[in-house]
């Protein structure tokens, strides 16, 4: 049984994908160059629209 759910890797994938091309920013408004943070920001939007993804601890 999957973790997550596919619009949630998918949405996960493009920040990764962003983060490696240097565009993704983070709230503040600040370049994100940490993995951990950008899988942690693709799981929030995914959240936001609603995909299968657990609570955060």
Known sequence: MAKYSEKAQDKVEKTMHEMKEGTLKSGSGKKVTSKKQAVA???????KEGAKVPKKK
């Open 41 to 47: 920001i693709g799981l929030s939007e995914a959240r």
